[in-house]
């Protein structure tokens, strides 16, 4: 910037900053925000990069303890860890909560991404290394950044809009194509029926675009789905490389 005249500050920027006195409002302003943006960036990729192979999970906060639903999910993380996995959540209760306890009896490494909500929502107990966000589409990118596999158990809104945003980013290239696992057959088969009996032949996606999900029941064959994806992928890039 250039100032002259009337124009030049009275006070150095020093000493605006050092200054108790003033209002406070300026920590709600939006340059404010994008430093807190920044931040969480920062915190996000600086906890996680180290966090090796990692695989998703998400589903509803609702789902109650000792449910069937929530003992899949349970055993979806023990599996998961047990095959070598990292186990990313929500943090939060339900699903969440199930998935984290099921990586964490594994031995495995089990992470939880939170998100500031109007009811307050603490990390659930078996989350070991966590992050609590202030911002939706920081967590989203962190959730993106480090998982090499979505898995997507029955959930309401949220756990749509993670489901959507990730087909979505391998649909148009974003992000290099990763499995996407929706278990529960009889819960997700009105969705896939739609997009393929309405969505696709109405002409508002592609011929193949159906075939980014896949649907399972049981927690091996979500291991199974993950583990064989990742196997040709590496394939392909070691032939690759030596072409």
């Given at each position: 910037?250039?100032?002259?005249?009337?124009?030049?500050?009275?006070?150095?920027?020093?000493?605006?900053?050092?200054?108790?006195?003033?209002?406070?409002?300026?920590?709600?302003?939006?340059?404010?925000?994008?430093?807190?943006?920044?931040?969480?960036?920062?915190?996000?990729?600086?906890?996680?990069?180290?966090?090796?192979?990692?695989?998703?999970?998400?589903?509803?906060?609702?789902?109650?303890?000792?449910?069937?639903?929530?003992?899949?999910?349970?055993?979806?993380?023990?599996?998961?860890?047990?095959?070598?996995?990292?186990?990313?959540?929500?943090?939060?209760?339900?699903?969440?909560?199930?998935?984290?306890?099921?990586?964490?009896?594994?031995?495995?490494?089990?992470?939880?991404?939170?998100?500031?909500?109007?009811?307050?929502?603490?990390?659930?107990?078996?989350?070991?290394?966590?992050?609590?966000?202030?911002?939706?589409?920081?967590?989203?990118?962190?959730?993106?950044?480090?998982?090499?596999?979505?898995?997507?158990?029955?959930?309401?809104?949220?756990?749509?809009?993670?489901?959507?945003?990730?087909?979505?980013?391998?649909?148009?290239?974003?992000i290099t194509r990763f499995p996407i696992v929706l278990v529960g057959s009889d819960y997700?088969?009105?969705?896939?029926?739609?997009?393929?009996?309405?969505?696709?032949?109405?002409?508002?996606?592609?011929?193949?675009?159906?075939?980014?999900?896949?649907?399972?029941?049981?927690?091996?064959?979500?291991?199974?789905?993950?583990?064989?994806?990742?196997?040709?992928?590496?394939?392909?890039?070691?032939?690759?490389?030596?072409?």
């Amino acid at each position: 910037m250039t100032l002259r005249g009337k124009h030049i500050p009275r006070t150095t920027t020093d000493q605006r900053l050092l200054d108790w006195r003033g209002p406070s409002d300026w920590v709600h302003t939006d340059p404010w925000r994008v430093l807190r943006i920044q931040a969480e960036f920062v915190e996000g990729f600086g906890l996680l990069a180290e966090l090796g192979t990692a695989v998703s999970v998400f589903g509803s906060a609702r789902t109650v303890p000792g449910s069937g639903e929530y003992e899949l999910a349970e055993q979806i993380g023990f599996s998961l860890a047990q095959a070598g996995y990292a186990v990313i959540t929500g943090g939060g209760p339900g699903v969440m909560e199930a998935a984290n306890k099921g990586c964490a009896s594994a031995g495995g490494v089990s992470v939880g991404l939170g998100i500031e909500l109007p009811l307050e929502q603490a990390m659930n107990e078996y989350v070991e290394i966590g992050l609590q966000f202030r911002y939706f589409f920081v967590r989203k990118t962190v959730f993106v950044k480090y998982s090499q596999a979505f898995v997507v158990l029955p959930g309401g809104f949220g756990t749509l809009d993670e489901l959507f945003e990730a087909v979505t980013l391998v649909q148009t290239g974003k992000i290099t194509r990763f499995p996407i696992v929706l278990v529960g057959s009889d819960y997700w088969k009105g969705l896939t029926a739609w997009l393929s009996e309405t969505v696709l032949p109405a002409g508002k996606i592609s011929q193949h675009d159906p075939d980014l999900l896949q649907i399972c029941d049981d927690p091996a064959e979500v291991v199974r789905i993950i583990t064989a994806a990742h196997s040709l992928a590496a394939a392909e890039q070691s032939y690759t490389d030596m072409t």
